[in-house]
Protein backbone atom coordinates (compact mmCIF):
# COMPACT_ATOMS: atom_id res chain seq x y z
CA UNK A 1 0.00 0.00 0.00
CA UNK A 2 1.57 3.30 -1.05
CA UNK A 3 0.38 6.75 1.47
CA UNK A 4 1.24 9.73 -0.41
CA UNK A 5 0.67 13.37 0.53
CA UNK A 6 1.60 16.52 -2.18
CA UNK A 7 0.93 19.84 -1.49
CA UNK A 8 0.35 21.25 -5.38
CA UNK A 9 0.71 24.65 -5.01
CA UNK A 10 -3.05 24.87 -7.40
CA UNK A 11 -0.70 22.64 -10.23
CA UNK A 12 1.52 25.59 -11.01
CA UNK A 13 5.17 24.80 -12.07
CA UNK A 14 8.05 27.10 -11.00
CA UNK A 15 9.58 26.66 -14.37
CA UNK A 16 7.07 28.48 -16.42
CA UNK A 17 4.28 29.96 -13.56
CA UNK A 18 2.01 27.81 -15.84
CA UNK A 19 -1.06 25.84 -14.80
CA UNK A 20 -1.84 23.18 -16.84
CA UNK A 21 -3.88 19.94 -16.12
CA UNK A 22 -2.78 17.62 -17.86
CA UNK A 23 0.71 18.03 -16.46
CA UNK A 24 -0.80 18.15 -13.14
CA UNK A 25 -2.24 14.47 -14.20
CA UNK A 26 0.94 13.48 -14.78
CA UNK A 27 2.51 14.44 -11.97
CA UNK A 28 0.08 12.69 -9.24
CA UNK A 29 -0.07 9.33 -11.93
CA UNK A 30 3.63 8.98 -11.46
CA UNK A 31 2.92 8.38 -7.76
CA UNK A 32 1.04 5.30 -8.14
CA UNK A 33 -0.96 6.41 -4.52
CA UNK A 34 -3.19 4.12 -3.23
CA UNK A 35 -4.16 6.93 -0.48
CA UNK A 36 -3.62 10.48 -2.22
CA UNK A 37 -3.97 13.66 0.36
CA UNK A 38 -3.39 16.80 -1.86
CA UNK A 39 -2.96 20.50 -0.71
CA UNK A 40 -3.01 23.78 -2.07
CA UNK A 41 -6.19 22.94 -3.93
CA UNK A 42 -8.34 24.72 -6.64
CA UNK A 43 -11.96 23.59 -7.29
CA UNK A 44 -13.08 25.68 -10.50
CA UNK A 45 -10.70 28.30 -10.51
CA UNK A 46 -9.98 30.64 -13.20
CA UNK A 47 -6.35 30.09 -12.83
CA UNK A 48 -6.27 26.54 -12.97
CA UNK A 49 -8.62 26.29 -15.75
CA UNK A 50 -11.93 25.52 -14.12
CA UNK A 51 -10.91 22.06 -13.38
CA UNK A 52 -11.76 20.33 -10.33
CA UNK A 53 -8.87 19.47 -9.56
CA UNK A 54 -9.42 16.55 -6.65
CA UNK A 55 -11.13 15.00 -9.83
CA UNK A 56 -8.54 15.06 -12.28
CA UNK A 57 -5.92 13.42 -9.33
CA UNK A 58 -8.75 10.73 -8.44
CA UNK A 59 -9.22 10.36 -12.25
CA UNK A 60 -4.84 10.06 -12.98
CA UNK A 61 -4.76 7.17 -10.28
CA UNK A 62 -7.84 5.24 -11.12
CA UNK A 63 -9.25 6.44 -7.75
CA UNK A 64 -12.75 4.61 -6.79
CA UNK A 65 -13.31 7.72 -4.34
CA UNK A 66 -12.63 10.81 -3.58
CA UNK A 67 -13.46 14.09 -1.87
CA UNK A 68 -12.31 18.18 -2.13
CA UNK A 69 -12.79 20.19 1.25
CA UNK A 70 -12.81 24.15 1.04
CA UNK A 71 -11.20 26.07 3.16
CA UNK A 72 -11.98 29.26 1.81
CA UNK A 73 -14.31 30.74 -1.18
CA UNK A 74 -12.69 32.55 -3.57
CA UNK A 75 -9.29 32.85 -4.61
CA UNK A 76 -6.30 33.75 -2.14
CA UNK A 77 -4.68 36.59 -3.09
CA UNK A 78 -7.26 38.00 -4.20
CA UNK A 79 -10.50 37.33 -2.16
CA UNK A 80 -11.98 34.80 0.04
CA UNK A 81 -13.89 34.42 2.44
CA UNK A 82 -14.37 31.32 5.10
CA UNK A 83 -16.55 28.53 4.90
CA UNK A 84 -19.16 28.17 6.85
CA UNK A 85 -20.63 24.73 5.86
CA UNK A 86 -19.91 21.91 3.73
CA UNK A 87 -22.67 23.68 1.51
CA UNK A 88 -21.23 26.90 1.47
CA UNK A 89 -19.68 28.20 -1.96
CA UNK A 90 -21.19 25.51 -4.22
CA UNK A 91 -20.94 27.43 -7.94
CA UNK A 92 -17.97 29.49 -6.71
CA UNK A 93 -14.05 29.24 -6.67
CA UNK A 94 -13.38 27.55 -3.70
CA UNK A 95 -9.55 26.33 -2.66
CA UNK A 96 -8.84 23.74 -0.44
CA UNK A 97 -7.55 20.07 0.22
CA UNK A 98 -8.39 17.04 -0.98
CA UNK A 99 -8.36 12.93 -0.25
CA UNK A 100 -7.98 10.57 -2.96
CA UNK A 101 -8.46 6.63 -2.76
CA UNK A 102 -7.99 3.92 -4.44
CA UNK A 103 -10.01 1.74 -2.17
CA UNK A 104 -13.55 2.13 -1.56
CA UNK A 105 -14.03 4.89 1.70
CA UNK A 106 -16.83 3.78 4.49
CA UNK A 107 -17.22 7.32 5.87
CA UNK A 108 -16.19 11.01 5.38
CA UNK A 109 -15.11 13.41 8.16
CA UNK A 110 -14.41 17.06 7.93
CA UNK A 111 -13.17 19.44 10.96
CA UNK A 112 -12.59 22.90 10.29
CA UNK A 113 -9.72 24.93 11.68
CA UNK A 114 -9.61 28.79 12.53
CA UNK A 115 -7.04 30.93 11.39
CA UNK A 116 -4.19 33.05 13.31
CA UNK A 117 -5.62 36.17 14.41
CA UNK A 118 -2.23 38.31 13.22
CA UNK A 119 -0.82 38.56 9.84
CA UNK A 120 2.84 36.67 8.69
CA UNK A 121 5.42 37.60 6.49
CA UNK A 122 5.75 35.00 3.57
CA UNK A 123 8.18 34.29 0.63
CA UNK A 124 6.39 33.58 -2.35
CA UNK A 125 7.97 31.22 -4.53
CA UNK A 126 8.34 32.24 -8.34
CA UNK A 127 9.51 31.30 -11.97
CA UNK A 128 12.04 34.34 -11.41
CA UNK A 129 12.93 33.87 -7.72
CA UNK A 130 10.62 34.42 -4.33
CA UNK A 131 9.20 37.64 -3.04
CA UNK A 132 7.79 38.63 0.62
CA UNK A 133 4.35 38.93 1.41
CA UNK A 134 2.64 39.92 4.77
CA UNK A 135 -0.31 37.49 4.53
CA UNK A 136 -3.10 37.11 6.64
CA UNK A 137 -3.59 33.47 7.73
CA UNK A 138 -6.54 31.45 6.27
CA UNK A 139 -8.95 29.13 7.64
CA UNK A 140 -8.12 25.50 7.72
CA UNK A 141 -9.08 22.14 7.10
CA UNK A 142 -8.89 18.80 7.88
CA UNK A 143 -10.28 16.24 5.75
CA UNK A 144 -10.41 12.25 7.42
CA UNK A 145 -12.04 8.59 5.70
CA UNK A 146 -12.43 5.68 7.24
CA UNK A 147 -11.10 3.44 4.21
CA UNK A 148 -11.52 -0.40 3.14
CA UNK A 149 -8.14 -1.03 2.71
CA UNK A 150 -6.94 -5.43 1.75
CA UNK A 151 -5.75 -4.71 5.18
CA UNK A 152 -9.02 -3.82 7.15
CA UNK A 153 -10.53 -0.15 7.76
CA UNK A 154 -7.86 2.86 8.61
CA UNK A 155 -8.37 6.10 8.89
CA UNK A 156 -6.39 8.46 6.87
CA UNK A 157 -6.75 12.61 7.92
CA UNK A 158 -5.26 14.97 5.24
CA UNK A 159 -4.45 18.67 6.15
CA UNK A 160 -2.54 21.90 5.27
CA UNK A 161 -1.72 23.61 8.60
CA UNK A 162 -1.23 27.75 9.48
CA UNK A 163 2.37 29.21 8.13
CA UNK A 164 2.49 30.97 11.85
CA UNK A 165 4.50 29.40 14.20
CA UNK A 166 2.89 28.61 17.05
CA UNK A 167 -0.61 28.14 15.56
CA UNK A 168 0.52 25.78 13.56
CA UNK A 169 1.10 23.55 16.96
CA UNK A 170 -2.21 24.48 18.02
CA UNK A 171 -3.79 23.24 15.15
CA UNK A 172 -1.91 19.96 14.69
CA UNK A 173 -3.00 19.20 18.34
CA UNK A 174 -6.48 19.73 17.39
CA UNK A 175 -6.16 17.48 14.00
CA UNK A 176 -4.39 14.53 16.44
CA UNK A 177 -7.39 15.12 18.80
CA UNK A 178 -10.41 14.54 15.90
CA UNK A 179 -8.86 11.91 14.02
CA UNK A 180 -8.83 10.10 17.57
CA UNK A 181 -12.58 10.12 17.80
CA UNK A 182 -12.33 7.69 14.75
CA UNK A 183 -11.61 4.38 14.38
CA UNK A 184 -7.90 3.05 14.63
CA UNK A 185 -5.33 2.76 12.74
CA UNK A 186 -4.83 6.61 12.24
CA UNK A 187 -2.35 8.10 10.12
CA UNK A 188 -1.93 11.69 9.02
CA UNK A 189 -0.95 13.24 5.84
CA UNK A 190 -0.51 16.76 4.79
CA UNK A 191 1.66 19.61 5.00
CA UNK A 192 2.32 20.66 8.42
CA UNK A 193 4.85 23.62 8.11
CA UNK A 194 6.50 22.11 10.47
CA UNK A 195 9.76 20.53 10.67
CA UNK A 196 10.29 16.90 11.84
CA UNK A 197 11.35 17.04 15.12
CA UNK A 198 8.45 19.50 16.25
CA UNK A 199 5.80 17.13 14.51
CA UNK A 200 7.38 14.18 17.03
CA UNK A 201 7.17 16.31 19.72
CA UNK A 202 3.75 17.91 19.51
CA UNK A 203 2.28 14.71 18.73
CA UNK A 204 3.99 11.66 19.84
CA UNK A 205 2.50 9.68 16.72
CA UNK A 206 5.40 8.31 14.70
CA UNK A 207 6.68 9.35 11.95
CA UNK A 208 6.88 7.35 8.84
CA UNK A 209 9.27 9.08 6.67
CA UNK A 210 12.02 11.59 7.65
CA UNK A 211 13.20 13.21 4.70
CA UNK A 212 13.55 16.71 3.57
CA UNK A 213 10.23 17.77 0.95
CA UNK A 214 11.04 21.64 0.42
CA UNK A 215 11.97 24.01 -1.50
CA UNK A 216 11.28 21.48 -4.40
CA UNK A 217 14.32 21.96 -6.24
CA UNK A 218 16.72 21.39 -3.70
CA UNK A 219 14.88 20.30 -0.24
CA UNK A 220 16.45 21.24 2.64
CA UNK A 221 13.37 20.94 5.40
CA UNK A 222 10.77 18.26 5.90
CA UNK A 223 7.36 20.40 6.13
CA UNK A 224 5.53 16.96 4.63
CA UNK A 225 4.39 14.10 6.39
CA UNK A 226 2.78 10.87 6.59
CA UNK A 227 2.09 10.25 10.79
CA UNK A 228 0.72 7.24 12.45
CA UNK A 229 -0.77 7.23 15.68
CA UNK A 230 0.90 4.28 18.38
CA UNK A 231 -2.63 4.03 19.78
CA UNK A 232 -4.29 1.26 18.29
CA UNK A 233 -3.30 -1.76 15.16
CA UNK A 234 0.21 -1.33 13.65
CA UNK A 235 0.32 -1.12 10.61
CA UNK A 236 2.57 -3.13 7.92
CA UNK A 237 6.22 -2.17 7.95
CA UNK A 238 7.65 0.64 5.76
CA UNK A 239 9.60 -0.86 2.65
CA UNK A 240 10.71 2.48 0.59
CA UNK A 241 10.35 6.21 1.07
CA UNK A 242 10.04 8.60 -2.23
CA UNK A 243 10.43 12.12 -2.76
CA UNK A 244 10.50 12.20 -6.26
CA UNK A 245 11.00 15.37 -8.66
CA UNK A 246 7.49 16.63 -9.77
CA UNK A 247 6.99 18.57 -12.83
CA UNK A 248 4.77 21.61 -10.74
CA UNK A 249 4.94 23.10 -7.14
CA UNK A 250 7.45 24.39 -4.55
CA UNK A 251 7.19 21.02 -2.57
CA UNK A 252 7.73 17.35 -3.16
CA UNK A 253 5.71 14.86 -3.25
CA UNK A 254 6.16 12.29 -0.23
CA UNK A 255 5.42 8.55 -0.95
CA UNK A 256 5.63 6.14 1.73
CA UNK A 257 4.93 2.36 0.60
CA UNK A 258 4.30 -0.28 3.41
CA UNK A 259 4.75 -4.01 3.05
CA UNK A 260 1.80 -6.13 1.86
Known amino acids: MRLATFNLLHGRSLTDGL ?13 DADVLGIQEVDHTQTRSGNVDLTALAAGALG ?47 VFRLRPA ?34 GGPLTVGNTHLSF ?27 DLNLPTRAVA ?11 PTYPAPNPRVQLDHVLLDPRGAPLPPVVSVDVPEAPISDHRPLVVTLAG
Open 63 to 109: AVDHRFAAAVVGTPGVGIRAVTSEEDGHGEPRYGIGLVSRFPVRSWH
Open 19 to 31: VEPERLAGAVAAL
Open 117 to 150: PVRSPVVMAGPRGGRLLFLADEPRVVLAAVVDTP
Open 201 to 211: LITRWRLLARV
Open 164 to 190: LPGWNVRQLRQAVGFLRTLPPPRVLLG
